[in-house]
């Protein structure tokens, strides 16, 4: 599927303009660009750029809490999620907060005995501890009850979290963009970058320049990069500068984790979803999170080296576990007769591993391209993981199916969700209904975007050849994510020569076109599949992404494949 057409007068003179090659301004365009100053910010993101923290409501109240707290000496206690979002905002606010006040401690809930969000074993906690003042992070803006019920034992709260509010918000101090009477100019937050924005206005408030609080940044792009937000506005700045200072910089814990999973500096943000992410997760998932906050945190090399190496065994574990689950999933899937005539998949086993349902689910759409939900048993209910494809916001079908629920929380593309046993069969039948509403008769397709479609001789004549050049231009859009995804070509009529199979399921090709004497070498992860379009005197479609290939001291230009079909006749 083409990204619609972009307006030429609008990309000519951004062309123009900036003195670039027109592909370039086009793409700029797509991203919604279209003037040299906003081109400009977008190459060069600036942290003078960041928007006023106390723009956020309640912003000044929650400072004004903090002041109060560290005046009377008051112990603070910083209650975060289990999952990479949750974790590097504790780490970062403990890691900023504490340069203002000593009497700071953390806590992250037990997934399996506490479930998300904030618990009351956490609120128990701080009472233990003296702490009157609870701030959460990446959790809480649902969780009115209990705040209601921490007040009887004189703890106060500041909720600071990016999901979208109930109803009702709890009472009290409730920083999060998505809040209804919430002015602040970006929506977009990770549940950490809300934490940071909190240090942001307290840093300004004393009077202390940034230049410390940035150094905390690193965490930030990890949560931003692990939590699927869009990569652009105020996310794009703090990315940016979060992954400059990891590889300029690096902790040592992020240097130790590396080296176990044998990846090296620099990394870019896809670099930091599939290598640091997941082994960060994993913690939560199969261990404890705090064990995270913990490793981020520690100086001590002997006890980041230890620490790394929990992480990295819980990863390994954590990969054996749900592939087996996945297994088991996909079969059952393939056993229930009803399945074809649903647009959703509903799994449920209650053995399975409460820590690894997410990434279940979206294994299971690889397969079956559609809205998924994978359940297991904890504590006598159901409790899983739901993810979304494409428009559906799964956020919006939850709440259509509240009734069934015992609670449910996320966003557009992932949640969580609680229900009593016995209602699984209604719940079932009234998520594929509201999906299905949404639908409308439109087929659940995964199509491949694409941003332009090229000739091979116009990567000749754009770059000229120069395979630096070629690098400069697509490493100058990083980073790449949601809202500025890397760029897609297609180029049609292709044929391929040297095709093969690699370890039975990946395909290497090396293609051209009978209108050029240009050669490239491309790979298709995961396309075996795809083989048959690329037999011998068979023209095909490709779409992929430009990347650099390093092999025997050499970087070559590569086509990362991302789908192949026959050209029409």
């Not at 620490?307 to 990295?312: M, R």
């Amino acid at each position: 599927m083409f990204q619609p057409a972009v307006d030429a007068e609008v990309a000519n003179a951004l062309s123009q303009q900036l003195k670039v090659d027109l592909f370039v301004a086009e793409l700029l365009v797509q991203r919604g660009l279209h003037t040299e100053m906003e081109a400009r910010r977008f190459f060069r993101p600036s942290l003078d750029e960041l928007h006023d923290p106390f723009l956020m409501k309640d912003m000044e109240a929650a400072v004004n809490r903090i002041n109060d707290a560290i005046k009377k000496q008051e112990g603070i206690l910083l209650f975060g999620d289990y999952d990479v979002d949750g974790t590097t905002a504790v780490a970062l606010m403990y890691e900023q907060l504490t340069k203002f006040h000593s009497n700071v401690r953390y806590y992250i809930p037990d997934r399996y005995k506490e479930g998300y969000g904030l618990s009351q074993q956490g609120i128990d906690y701080a009472h233990s501890e003296q702490c009157s003042l609870i701030i959460t992070l990446d959790c809480g803006i649902k969780s009115n009850q209990l705040v209601s019920k921490a007040k009887e034992l004189d703890i106060d709260f500041i909720i600071c979290d990016h999901h979208q509010p109930g109803e009702e918000i709890p009472d009290g101090i409730v920083l999060d963009p998505k809040r209804v009477d919430c002015a602040y100019p970006f929506k977009e937050l990770s549940g950490c970058g809300v934490g940071f924005k909190l240090m942001q206005a307290l840093f300004i408030d004393h009077g202390v320049p940034l230049d410390s609080l940035f150094e905390s940044l690193d965490l930030l792009a990890l949560s931003i990069g692990a939590d699927i937000v869009d990569v652009t506005g105020e996310n794009r700045i703090l990315c940016h500068h979060g992954l400059l200072h990891l590889n300029e910089h690096p902790r040592k814990a992020f240097e130790e984790l590396l080296t176990l999973a044998g990846k090296k500096l620099p990394l870019s943000l896809t670099d930091v979803v599939f290598v640091i992410a997941p082994r960060v997760n994993a913690a939560g998932r199969i261990r404890s999170g705090k064990t995270a906050v913990d490793w981020m945190l520690s100086s001590h090399e002997a006890e980041i080296k230890q620490l790394a190496q929990e992480i990295h065994d819980d990863n390994t574990l954590r990969r054996r576990i749900d592939q087996s689950i996945t297994e088991e999933a996909l079969e059952q899937i393939s056993l229930d007769k009803d399945h074809p005539n649903q647009c959703t998949n509903l799994v449920f086993q209650k053995d399975w591993h409460k820590g690894v349902v997410g990434i279940v689910a979206s294994r299971i759409i690889e397969t079956h391209y559609r809205p998924t939900i994978v359940l297991t048993e904890s504590n006598g209910l159901l409790t899983g993981s739901a993810r979304s494809v494409g428009l559906i916001n799964l956020y919006d079908v939850l709440e259509s199916c509240k009734e069934h629920l015992t609670q449910f929380g996320g966003h557009h593309y992932a949640a969580g969700l609680t229900m009593p046993k016995e209602n699984l069969k209604t719940f079932r039948l009234a998520f594929d209904q509201e999906v299905k509403k949404r639908l409308d008769g439109t087929p659940l397709e995964a199509l491949q975007k694409i941003d332009l479609s090229i000739d091979l001789n116009d990567i000749q004549t754009v770059w000229n050849g120069k395979l630096p050049r070629i690098k400069k231009i697509i490493d100058a859009f990083e980073p790449f994510g949601p809202g500025n995804m890397k760029p897609v070509f297609c180029t049609k009529e292709l044929f391929a020569t040297d095709a093969r199979i690699l370890k039975e399921k990946h395909l290497k090709l090396r293609v051209v076109q009978s209108n050029s004497s240009l050669a490239f070498d491309a790979i298709g992860f995961n396309l075996a599949d795809k083989e048959e379009h690329t037999l011998k005197g068979m023209a095909f479609d490709m779409a992929y992404t430009l990347e650099t290939n390093e092999f025997n001291g050499k970087t070559n230009l590569q086509f990362n494949i991302k789908d192949i079909r026959a050209t029409d006749s």
